[in-house]
């Protein structure tokens, strides 16, 4: 069985072959330099020489990848109070990602730079097509712009790891940061992706930027009625007594007064956005549940009064009522006594 470490050393060996293959094409090519009437060598020790560049890379890019994923995994995100390992896990991501681009055309422009005629055929091209490199610049400006973006996120962060967002209408969590796009983890499952120069460019809702509490807030349409002491001491116990509750807001508020009935808010806050999310269904259903057993009169309801005259009676006649009153005919039978208003 091979331990931890060195399943983490085993991808190494793969740089030191290709830098020993490339040490061996350049020793070949000094044997074979008098006999060679082709220039063989000259080739052998080009290919030599891109070996060992790209070996050397590779082995920087793998170091330097192996250190920020074992500094990664010590930021535990799944404690409760994680801002500070969101915080460093955010940028430590996005730094490894940049990093593995960055070394990977260094190596690549290097490697190009050791083949003259690699090297001549570049620079006489750079020089004769000044137009296509304009081009090139223009076609690379969403690549290069998503990659500064990346480099501002990490630096300013204004999303990290495992953040409550609301992105075009849509709530859930920032499950993964690229080079180019943003994988948020949405509350049903879905998945929503969105470039990197979107965070930067457009306003979004971040719920846990400072930390990771909210106060929630539940509505209900009652009766002028409405028992408006009762209900907030029954909210009061009721947030007591709820294991989501942080202790920190519980009101009840009387925020609209319509023509035929009033709304009522309350405000109750929690530790994080899914367990206020809970706490405002719960606290929704306990209330509904007491007014239909304590105040059923609380309940919103809707009135209709309406008044009956017999034929010949004072004010039968009138047109001028209120517009809340209904006229009806009254009935065809005789001995139908007038209905008092309801």
Not at 4 to 27: T, Y
Not at 29 to 57: K, N
Not at 212 to 229: C, K, M, N, T, V
Not at 255 to 284: F, G, K, M
Request: proline residues 4%; neutral net charge; contains cysteine.
């Amino acid at each position: 069985m091979i331990s931890g470490k060195k399943r983490r050393l085993w991808p190494m060996s793969w740089p030191v072959l290709l830098a020993l293959s490339g040490a061996g094409l350049i020793g070949l090519s000094t044997l074979v330099l008098e006999a060679d009437s082709r220039g063989l060598h000259g080739w052998a020790e080009y290919a030599g020489r891109v070996l060992i560049v790209c070996a050397v890379g590779w082995a920087v890019a793998l170091l330097t990848d192996w250190r920020l994923a074992a500094a990664i995994d010590r930021a535990d995100i799944s404690v409760a109070d994680n801002l500070s390992a969101r915080k460093f896990r955010t940028r430590m991501l996005v730094l490894r990602r940049v990093a593995g681009v960055l070394l990977g055309v260094i190596t690549l422009s290097v490697a190009l730079m050791s083949i003259p005629v690699a090297r001549e055929v570049g620079l006489s091209l750079f020089a004769s097509a000044g137009v296509a490199g304009i081009v090139v610049g223009i076609a690379a400006q969403p690549v290069l712009a998503n990659l500064i973006a990346g480099l501002q996120i990490a630096i300013t962060q204004p999303i990290r790891i495992d953040d409550a967002v609301v992105v075009e209408g849509e709530w859930g969590w920032i499950e993964e940061i690229g080079l180019f796009h943003v994988i948020i983890r949405l509350w049903d499952e879905r998945r929503l992706v969105t470039p990197l120069t979107y965070f930067n460019q457009n306003a979004f809702q971040n719920w846990t930027k400072q930390n990771a509490s909210i106060i929630g807030s539940i509505f209900w349409s009652l009766d002028y009625r409405a028992p408006l002491e009762e209900m907030r001491a029954h909210l009061k116990q009721c947030c007591e007594d709820h294991p989501l509750w942080d202790g920190r807001v519980c009101v009840l508020q009387v925020t609209e007064a319509r023509q035929d009935r009033i709304e009522l808010r309350a405000l109750a806050s929690a530790r994080s956005s899914p367990d206020a999310w809970d706490l405002r269904c719960d606290l929704r259903e306990k209330m509904i549940v007491w007014l239909r057993a304590q105040a059923p009169y609380a309940l919103p309801v809707q009135r209709l009064e309406g008044r009956f005259y017999r034929e010949g009676d004072e004010g039968a006649n009138r047109s001028d009522h209120d517009e809340t009153h209904e006229r009806t005919d009254p009935p065809d039978t005789d001995d139908a006594a007038p209905r008092s208003a309801t």
